[in-house]
């Protein structure tokens, strides 16, 4: 069983920069894609990015070209670099495999985008 623990979130001003890590408390080795979800107030949990055992990255729209996913399988962990932070990247961030797993679920790390 893999226990995912999210990190790295906070308030951040319009055009900033975080860095969210994503610490399993099992092996992500055999975890072929790996995902960061996010859900904003009133809103559905989304996809926002995902990464496959071999690097192979994958973005929604909205955040091509900010955001970055990596992945370290031997530190078992997953990061998501945000760059070019707007009001509405505020949400809750979430890692889980792709497709999800409900069991995977994790607290998540509050992203706020604020002035």
């Known amino acids: 069983q893999v226990q995912l623990v999210e990190s790295g979130g906070g308030l951040v001003q319009p055009g900033g920069s975080l860095r969210l890590s994503c610490a399993a408390s099992?092996?992500?080795?055999?975890?072929?894609?790996m995902g960061w979800y996010r859900q904003a107030p009133g809103k559905e949990r989304e996809l926002v990015a995902a990464i496959t055992s071999g690097g192979t990255t994958n973005y929604v729209d909205f955040v091509k070209g900010r955001f970055t996913i990596s992945r370290d399988n031997a530190k078992n962990t997953v990061y998501l670099q945000m760059n070019s932070l707007k009001p509405e990247d505020t949400a809750v961030y979430y890692c889980?495999?792709?497709?999800?797993?409900?069991?995977?679920w994790g607290q998540g790390t509050q992203v706020t985008v604020s002035s």
């Open positions: 889980n495999r792709y497709p999800y797993s409900t069991s995977y």
């Open positions: 099992g092996t992500i080795f055999s975890i072929n894609v």
